[in-house]
């Protein structure tokens, strides 16, 4: 997916991946949403019942797992090409990278249980350098920063594949890596969509407002922090942001007086 914005010249493509995956080697076992929806649909009298240990999901669509894709690893030897094709043969100017909801998707369907502080742990060490110095390797003329993943409502619709706690373990670790440095990777900046998401949230108390901060699900953010997050990468383009008009003001989930 691409598009272009004239009034920047600004080109933005977005190409998706499966996540660090079950054991952080950018490869399969990941999290099929398939195989989660079929089991829900299953036991709708009930509550949703987690896939028992050690159980994986059938790739070959015998279970209704019909979800296919390639291995993260594979995505990003491949982006290179498709960066070629999306915006002409120099390398873009910027690379973000992000890994978190299908991670912890990933580890509850694989494993049975939400992440353990071993898993995280392991996310923040090995596996997010990992990931990283793939990217890196692949985009060595780019500049590369890793975006923090937002907090999830308090209701939404993944709650039994993640905590609110995760989230900020998640985050925790990220500025940890990058404390006084800025980079969370040897050369890899850092745009803090958690931190958008937080001061959204901390500037209001009416409940109402805060939900409109998501979508329908609860978990992906809704128009307000996108724009701003968008912001944080127009900014690091030089390019000018995005600004709500006075008269939209009053439809959006924040209170007066918030910067937008």
């Known amino acids: 997916m691409s598009?272009?914005?004239?009034?920047?010249?600004?080109?933005?493509?977005?190409?998706?991946?499966?996540?660090?995956?079950?054991?952080?080697?950018?490869?399969?076992?990941?999290?099929?949403?398939?195989?989660?929806h079929e089991m829900t649909?299953?036991?709708?009298?009930?509550?949703?019942?987690?896939?028992?240990?050690?159980?994986?999901?059938?790739?070959?669509?015998?279970?209704?797992?019909h979800w296919k894709y390639e291995p993260t690893w594979k995505i990003i030897e491949d982006a290179p090409n498709?960066?070629?094709?999306?915006?002409?043969?120099q390398p873009p100017d910027l690379v973000v990278v992000e890994s978190s909801l299908w991670d912890l998707a990933s580890w509850w369907q694989l494993t049975?249980?939400?992440?353990?502080?071993?898993?995280?742990?392991?996310?923040?060490?090995?596996?997010?350098?990992?990931?990283?110095?793939?990217?890196?390797?692949?985009?060595?003329?780019?500049?590369?920063?890793?975006?923090?993943?937002?907090?999830v409502a308090p209701e939404n619709k993944g709650a039994e594949?993640?905590?609110?706690?995760?989230?900020?373990?998640?985050?925790?670790?990220?500025?940890?890596?990058?404390?006084?440095?800025?980079?969370?990777?040897?050369?890899v900046g850092v745009i803090d969509y958690h931190e958008i998401m937080d001061k959204l949230i901390s500037s209001t108390s009416d409940e109402k407002l805060r939900r409109g901060l998501w979508l329908e699900d609860g978990y992906h953010p809704s128009d307000v922090p996108g724009r701003l997050y968008l912001n944080e990468i127009f900014k690091l383009l030089g390019a000018e942001?995005?600004?709500?008009?006075?008269?939209?003001?009053?439809?959006?989930p924040v209170e007066d007086g918030y910067d937008l």
Not at 82 to 89: D, L, N, Y
Not at 167 to 179: G, I, K, L, P, Q
């Open 41 to 65: 649909q299953a036991h709708s009298n009930g509550p949703p019942r987690r896939i028992p240990k050690n159980t994986l999901p059938d790739h070959g669509g015998n279970n209704g797992a």
């Open 3 to 36: 598009c272009f914005d004239q009034a920047r010249n600004v080109s933005i493509a977005v190409l998706c991946h499966p996540g660090v995956g079950l054991n952080g080697d950018l490869d399969a076992p990941f999290w099929n949403p398939s195989v989660t």
């Open 161 to 187: 594949r993640w905590t609110h706690a995760n989230f900020e373990t998640m985050h925790d670790c990220v500025m940890r890596r990058s404390a006084g440095t800025g980079k969370v990777f040897e050369h």
């Open 112 to 151: 049975g249980h939400q992440a353990t502080p071993e898993r995280l742990e392991q996310w923040c060490n090995k596996d997010v350098p990992y990931l990283l110095k793939k990217v890196t390797d692949a985009f060595p003329k780019s500049q590369v920063v890793f975006r923090t993943a937002p907090q």
């Open 241 to 252: 942001p995005l600004h709500v008009p006075p008269q939209a003001r009053a439809k959006l």
């Open 82 to 89: 498709f960066g070629h094709i999306t915006f002409g043969p």
